[in-house]
């Protein structure tokens, strides 16, 4: 069954530093999502992705965030500089379509910022 | 934005009962799904149901959408049905909001 898959599936960051979190959606699949759960709270989301654009982000995606689908394959979340408060589980998403179609989770990168 | 209510905040079990776990939301949707968060963080697909009645096994659920609410039925709970339930909704704006969860502890 086709799954999303993201890597690592754990990084510790030294504060200040930039991280890139990967994923590789769902081949046939549109749209792209990144959610993030800080720990003990419910999942949050970040932003969308469709057609090589974002589509929605929150008021959580500020300068410090960014993605890119860098192939056809990948779709990554960077995070310039690395804040202690970044520690969370963020999960990336893909769906066939925006809205009436079922979400799939990644297993989720746990990253711990020291 | 659209909100989000799951009740019982937490539950515990014992393996065999079965119970009802209920989400509540502010708007009309066009995308309902459960999720189980297992011990190791991962988030499992449950179901898909905007509306009507789905049973996976041992788990069923209902979305009453003109009346705005979901039910997720666990029936037969066992020690691996534990962790957290979490509801999530999308009323046509791109983007999935989570209620906080019910946090299910099955003993044996």
């Known amino acids: 069954e086709p799954e999303v898959t993201q890597t690592p599936s754990h990084q510790v960051t030294q504060m200040g530093q930039e991280v890139i979190l990967r994923c590789v959606p769902i081949?046939?699949?549109?749209?792209f999502y990144w959610y993030r759960q800080i720990l003990g709270q419910k999942v949050e989301f970040l932003v969308s992705f469709y057609n090589n654009e974002i589509s929605e982000k929150s008021e959580i995606f500020d300068d410090q965030f960014s993605v890119e689908r860098p192939d056809g394959s990948n779709f990554t979340l960077k995070i310039r500089s690395t804040k202690l408060e970044d520690s969370a589980m963020y999960f990336c998403?893909?769906?066939?379509?925006?809205?009436?179609?079922?979400?799939?989770f990644g297993q989720g990168t746990r990253l711990t910022v020291v | 934005g659209i909100q989000v209510e799951q009740s019982p905040p937490d539950l515990i079990l014992q393996e065999g009962a079965n119970s009802t776990l209920r989400c509540n939301f502010s708007?009309?949707?066009?995308?309902l799904q459960w999720f189980h968060q297992n011990p190791w963080g991962q988030l499992i697909n449950l179901f898909y149901i905007p509306s009507g009645t789905k049973q996976n096994g041992r788990l069923s659920a209902t979305t009453v959408a003109t009346e705005r609410y979901s039910l997720l039925y666990i029936s037969s709970s066992q020690t691996t049905d534990s962790g957290v339930y979490f509801c999530?909704?999308?009323?046509?704006?791109?983007?999935?909001?989570f209620g906080a969860g019910t946090t299910v502890t099955v003993r044996a």
């Open positions: 708007d009309s949707v066009n995308n």
């Open positions: 999530a909704v999308d009323n046509n704006d791109y983007k999935l909001s």
């Open positions: 998403a893909s769906s066939v379509m925006g809205w009436n179609t079922e979400a799939f």
């Open positions: 081949s046939n699949h549109l749209y």
